[in-house]
């Protein structure tokens, strides 16, 4: 065993520490939400069963909450990657805008390619597309000094109304009355795993990815000079790592990540594109990250939680009438408590600043 | 009766008295000087008379009147001024601007526009009374350090200051401007305001001060005319501990490893910071490089690292690799700012550890980390060093200064260097964990290692090194055997009289 | 070509000026708040919901000037929420910025569907419209453009010199200023760097709120799922277009107001350029100003860190 027992106490005591803040955070917002909905009139517990028996109630509910799932993985994944660096990448929609663009272009347009071979292609031409949108961010960062908050916020308007023009013009579906290209080749699909669900293999791979990251940060010196980087510049610098190209680099492999996102969405379930396609699978992204602590396994449940609550709150509208938009509250409130973990501390402080 | 009295001062910090009954007496038109090393507690008894911090114990009277201060605003009031070390301006602001900034000046009672005409008249009729050279429209990040200084020292007479604490206000001001600021603070003095100024320079407190206060671990060690005092009299009060001096076996030569010829580095602002240097270091040496900080050795330290470019000249470290990653591996570096460029303290002891060495057999390859490996070395060098952790998985925040000192010289040996740059190693340090320091450098230099000891402290430099150089300005002010040089000898150099000069005046 | 020139005619400046006035709003809070040492990303949360309470507080009260208020009074107890997260607190600004952002997408939509139904979601409540300047307004040209306006158009545009005025010329201006660029430096003379940052951030939520209160019941009079669609973004960007500088901010939000405009009005007209190089331009603009002046002067020094006392 290469880690000390000390090593796996530390470890175990952070998780069980930020998973308890997590859980208290979810319970909380749940607490919250349940006096809106006692507000608006309704009974929270058959609301909250509803949007349970939605997200988990059958097989089928389940396979569609793993498909939701799977997005908000590689999202969740991409700001959690780029902030192990002490960057902030607000623009994972726009690298999932760029990243979906390049694989359906690849998926429509490159025929003959066997099965296998073509998935490939799509999945490279994705993660390609999303690292050279956050690669753009990187390299304006490390040339230029420019705050990556503000630029890929920027980054990501353009990409959507890019995307936006092509999907009107360029790249419509002939005779192009409606926003959206054309499906890609069967051959460019993800196998799906739960037949009559969107459920496609792509949630392995996000899993697989969320391993291999994780593997990536502690594991590989690679990681742990990223990570040096993340939490300060000054040692990474004296100790000879070229803090400006880990920079780019996390960048990238953030906007490619985030580039996936996207991919997995057109070629695991949409197959084709539309206009405006994501619903915010890129801002999630920042409150799942958040959420699982930066961490990629983290990442996996936080985003599970947000699919669950998504797919779930249709159910809840069906029988209960409320608006699905609770759950954005939800989730929305979820982070302002884990954000508000401090408010003890803050309190304390302040009544020993009172008392002195 | 005197201005202002601070009576049996005591102040506790978890872990240090950082003040224990110290007595301070500040008469009018006085300029009063506070010595003492780094850590001697200086700060924190000027923190607390400015309302920063309140004392546990003790009081303070103002013309006999005691006095309780919950924040600067009440000093303030009270006429108290302070120039901060790190200044206290806003860059982007007029000098104006920041000289009323908080004040309400206003154009009239109902009228909320700021009255910037008459304030600047106001600063011009200060300016003009105590000879500061200032020019109220410039913005202040366009000023020189010197003038930046007058801004804050306008400040507080803007504020009716009557008593002026300055904190280490020669660290950051080249000589020309040194001499200005003697200037100003004498003609303060005699209108009338009284000076209190914070200080760890012997050769200043000579010249500048009428009387002085001696810090010394948070005791006052001594209260003096400097009239009646001797600088070596002064030295003694603020040197509490006397540095051993470790016995040294004669050096054996080895070849060089390190030459540089005219070397010019500058440094963040593009200033020349490091002047046309020619040295060189061998194997088996200690290498010391003396001076008061700020006149060119951290630039001449990162310019070896590697972390800083060259301007013109060279510089030759033998049989270094080309690779980037191998060239830090070969130069062992224990940096003189820990927290920013020596420990990430978030991280573990063996993370900490494996910063340069990850990804190199035996540590594993760039695929792999071999934990296993890297956590073994930390734990060997927890007990070789006799470092204070419970095991190799701690945060590296949890250590004592001293203790991540250690950590790091025991990372930098372990790399088995062709050089060690040792960049003030022994700073924020106590006693014991300093001579342990010591002790390493020593063994290393034995065992063969080239080694540039880079410090501001007189006695670590005589007591470890083989051959000495002081830098001032950038330049080097002569190259000394160990077995040579004399505590006066530095200190004249280090003060900017060339070896030749002092040479000369022996002769002469 | 000549299409081009055929739109910009007075009701496409009158459109721009209309379309400005939110944007101006909320660039201006955004400037304060910045101004302060607080990014706030949440502009676009804070005016959705104040789009919403707005209308609420017309369609309860029948007033459109008390729904105004309730929109405004909104926006800085969001604001409020915010600063106690960031200052208070000292926790990340943006993550909070996103938080909100995501409640007020999911409560503005929440509430519009429980407060007047589902099928009355789009209920046309009391709203402003625009005013005739006497006599002004009958100036050929000029007239339609600049004075048969809401009376908010003007507010926001009387807002750009007194904010100029007290951002550079008052004491409370080099307060603020002063938190933003070094609030050590501010505590020694006596100024509360929590407190200026409060205040700072409040009110730039309150005229967040504003803007987004003009949205709903100046330009659309009743509410819409997402109906902010960005602009609080726009904002951000105007803020760095501006330089931190209120002038700036009628220049920044005057270009965006107008392509905004333009690309209504192209869309209408069957303009060449494709709509959506329009909507894009604000933020390629920013971009690009931004790689030709880069990072080092990019505003506040202290911007985002939160203070903490000695």
């Known amino acids: 065993m290469s880690v000390g027992p000390d090593a796996i106490r530390t470890r175990a005591i952070k998780v069980a520490k930020s998973t308890s803040l997590s859980l208290t955070a979810i319970g909380l917002a749940l607490l919250v939400s349940a006096v809106l909905i006692l507000l608006a009139g309704f009974n929270p517990l058959i609301a909250y069963a509803a949007l349970l028996k939605?997200?988990?109630?059958?097989?089928?509910?389940?396979?569609?909450?793993?498909?939701?799932?799977?997005?908000?993985?590689?999202?969740?994944?991409?700001?959690?990657?780029?902030?192990?660096?002490?960057?902030?990448?607000?623009?994972?929609?726009?690298?999932?805008?760029?990243?979906?663009?390049?694989?359906?272009?690849?998926?429509?347009?490159?025929?003959?390619?066997?099965?296998?071979?073509?998935?490939?292609?799509?999945?490279?031409?994705?993660?390609?597309?999303?690292?050279?949108?956050?690669?753009?961010?990187?390299?304006?960062?490390?040339?230029?000094?420019?705050?990556?908050?503000?630029?890929?916020?920027?980054?990501?308007?353009?990409?959507?109304?890019?995307?936006?023009?092509?999907?009107?013009?360029?790249?419509?579906?002939?005779?192009?009355?409606?926003?959206?290209?054309?499906?890609?080749?069967?051959?460019?699909?993800?196998?799906?795993?739960?037949?009559?669900?969107?459920?496609?293999?792509?949630?392995?791979?996000?899993?697989?990815?969320?391993?291999?990251?994780?593997?990536?940060?502690?594991?590989?010196?690679?990681?742990?000079?990223?990570?040096?980087?993340?939490?300060?510049?000054?040692?990474?610098?004296?100790?000879?790592?070229?803090?400006?190209?880990?920079?780019?680099?996390?960048?990238?492999?953030?906007?490619?990540?985030?580039g996936l996102a996207g991919t997995v969405e057109i070629i695991g379930s949409q197959y084709r594109l539309l206009d405006f396609f994501s619903p915010g699978y890129g801002f999630d992204g920042i409150a799942v990250a958040f959420l699982g602590r930066s961490d990629p396994i983290g990442v996996i449940f936080a985003a599970f939680l947000f699919a669950a609550l998504r797919i779930g709150a249709n159910q809840m509208q069906r029988t209960t009438g409320l608006p699905t938009s609770l759950v954005l509250v939800i989730q929305g409130t979820v982070i302002l408590f884990i954000l508000g973990a401090g408010i003890l501390q803050w309190y304390r402080q302040r009544q020993q600043e009172k008392g002195a | 009766m005197s201005l202002l009295r601070m009576e049996e001062i005591t102040k506790r910090f978890p872990g240090v008295v950082a003040n224990d009954q110290v007595d301070l007496v500040l008469e009018e038109g006085e300029i009063h000087a506070l010595l003492g090393e780094n850590g001697s507690g200086k700060s924190t008894l000027m923190n607390m008379l400015y309302g920063i911090y309140r004392p546990d114990a003790g009081r303070i009277l103002l013309r006999d009147k005691e006095v309780q201060f919950s924040s600067p605003t009440d000093a303030i009031s009270a006429g108290i001024g302070m120039v901060h070390q790190h200044f206290m301006l806003v860059p982007t602001m007029t000098v104006t601007e920041n000289v009323i900034l908080g004040l309400k000046e206003q154009k009239g009672r109902w009228n909320p526009l700021l009255d910037t005409r008459g304030a600047e008249k106001r600063i011009n009729a200060l300016a003009e009374q105590y000879g500061l050279d200032i020019e109220p429209n410039a913005r202040v990040w366009q000023l020189p350090v010197g003038a930046q200084q007058r801004v804050e020292i306008l400040k507080s007479l803007y504020r009716n200051a009557e008593i002026l604490v300055l904190d280490e206000p020669t660290a950051v001001l080249a000589p020309k401007e040194v001499e200005h600021l003697i200037e100003v603070l004498r003609n303060l003095a005699r209108s009338g305001k009284s000076i209190i100024f914070i200080s760890h320079k012997l050769n200043e407190v000579i010249q500048l001060a009428d009387r002085v206060s001696v810090l010394r671990n948070g005791v006052l060690s001594g209260q003096v005319d400097v009239a009646d005092a001797t600088a070596s009299q002064l030295a003694e009060m603020m040197v509490g501990r006397q540095v051993e001096t470790p016995k040294k076996k004669p050096r054996k030569s080895g070849e060089t490893i390190l030459t540089t010829a005219n070397l010019v580095v500058k440094d963040d602002r593009s200033l020349i910071a490091v002047d046309d240097l020619t040295f060189d270091l061998a194997k088996g040496e200690i290498f010391g490089v003396a001076g008061v900080d700020g006149n060119g050795q951290k630039e001449l330290t990162e310019a070896i690292a590697g972390v800083r470019s060259i301007e013109s000249g060279n510089l030759e470290i033998s049989g270094l690799s080309k690779s980037r990653g191998k060239r830090f591996r070969e130069i062992g570096h224990v940096t003189e700012d820990r927290h920013q460029t020596g420990v990430v303290l978030p991280f573990s002891l063996w993370e900490n550890y494996a910063l340069k060495v990850c990804g190199t057999p035996p540590y594993g390859n760039w695929l792999n980390m071999n934990t296993g490996v890297m956590q073994e070395q930390t734990r060997a060098a927890i007990d070789q060093f006799s470092i204070k952790a419970t095991g190799p998985d701690v945060a590296m925040s949890t250590l004592s200064g001293g203790n991540q000192q250690k950590v790091v010289l025991a990372r930098e040996l372990a790399l088995d260097p062709k050089l060690l740059l040792a960049a003030q190693p022994t700073r924020g340090l106590d006693v014991g964990a300093a001579e342990?320091?010591?002790?390493?450098?020593?063994?290393?230099?034995?065992?063969?290692?080239?080694?540039?000891?880079?410090?501001?402290?007189?006695?670590?430099?005589?007591?470890?090194?083989?051959?000495?150089?002081?830098?001032?300005?950038?330049?080097?002010?002569?190259?000394?055997?160990?077995?040579?040089?004399?505590?006066?000898?530095l200190g004249l150099m280090m003060a900017g009289v060339s070896l030749e000069n002092i040479e000369n005046g022996m002769s002469q | 070509m000549e299409a081009f020139f055929s739109v910009l005619d007075a009701d496409f400046f009158s459109a721009t000026l209309r379309l400005t006035t939110p944007l101006l709003f909320a660039t201006l809070g955004g400037i304060l708040n910045e101004r302060a040492g607080v990014i706030n990303i949440g502009l676009e949360g804070t005016m959705l919901m104040a789009a919403l309470i707005g209308v609420f507080g017309a369609w309860f009260s029948g007033s459109a000037w008390f729904g105004l208020f309730t929109g405004i009074l909104i926006g800085g107890l969001i604001a409020w929420i915010h600063a106690f997260v960031s200052i208070s607190l000292k926790a990340n600004q943006i993550v909070s910025g996103a938080a909100i952002n995501l409640i007020g997408v999911g409560l503005s939509s929440f509430l519009i569907r429980i407060v007047f139904g589902l099928k009355d979601q789009q209920r046309v409540v009391p709203h402003f419209e625009p005013v005739s300047v006497p006599y002004l307004s009958d100036i050929p040209l000029i007239g339609p453009i600049l004075f048969q306006q809401h009376s908010l158009v003007y507010v926001a545009l009387l807002l750009v010199p007194i904010m100029w005025v007290i951002l550079f010329r008052t004491r409370w201006g080099l307060m603020i200023t002063s938190v933003g660029e070094h609030p050590e430096a501010s505590a020694t003379v006596g100024i509360n760097p929590l407190r200026t940052r409060y205040i700072a951030v409040i009110l730039s939520g309150a005229l967040a709120g504003a803007g987004g209160a003009f949205l709903s019941l100046g330009q659309l009079h009743f509410f819409q799922d997402e109906m902010v669609a960005g602009r609080g973004f726009i904002a951000l960007a105007a803020v760095i277009f501006a330089r931190w500088n209120p002038v700036g901010a009628l220049i920044a939000c005057l270009i965006f107001g107008g392509a905004d405009a333009l690309q209504f009005r192209g869309q209408a007209a069957g303009l060449a350029v494709p709509h959506q190089f329009m909507l894009m331009f604000p933020y390629v603009l920013t971009l690009a100003i931004l790689v030709v002046v880069g990072g080092k002067s990019q505003g506040p020094a202290a911007i985002g860190q939160p203070y903490s006392k000695g």
């Open chain 1, 54 to 258: 939605g997200a988990f109630g059958d097989s089928f509910a389940i396979g569609n909450t793993l498909a939701r799932t799977t997005p908000l993985i590689f999202t969740g994944l991409a700001v959690a990657f780029a902030f192990r660096c002490n960057l902030l990448n607000i623009g994972a929609e726009g690298q999932l805008y760029a990243g979906a663009l390049a694989s359906v272009v690849v998926g429509i347009f490159v025929t003959g390619l066997p099965t296998p071979l073509h998935i490939m292609l799509a999945i490279a031409a994705g993660f390609a597309a999303g690292a050279m949108w956050g690669g753009l961010a990187g390299l304006m960062k490390s040339q230029r000094g420019i705050n990556e908050i503000v630029s890929t916020i920027m980054l990501n308007f353009v990409a959507i109304f890019f995307v936006s023009y092509m999907v009107q013009g360029p790249i419509a579906e002939p005779p192009g009355f409606f926003h959206q290209t054309a499906q890609v080749a069967t051959t460019a699909r993800l196998p799906i795993i739960a037949p009559k669900s969107d459920l496609s293999i792509g949630i392995l791979i996000a899993v697989g990815c969320a391993i291999f990251i994780a593997y990536l940060l502690w594991r590989t010196p690679f990681g742990l000079r990223l990570r040096t980087v993340g939490r300060s510049e000054g040692a990474a610098r004296f100790a000879g790592i070229p803090v400006n190209r880990f920079m780019f680099g996390a960048m990238s492999i953030s906007g490619g990540l985030a």
């Open chain 2, 436 to 489: 342990y320091v010591h002790e390493r450098l020593l063994s290393a230099r034995d065992s063969g290692m080239a080694i540039m000891l880079i410090s501001t402290e007189l006695e670590e430099v005589l007591a470890l090194s083989d051959r000495i150089m002081v830098m001032y300005e950038g330049k080097s002010m002569g190259l000394v055997d160990a077995s040579q040089a004399s505590r006066e000898m």
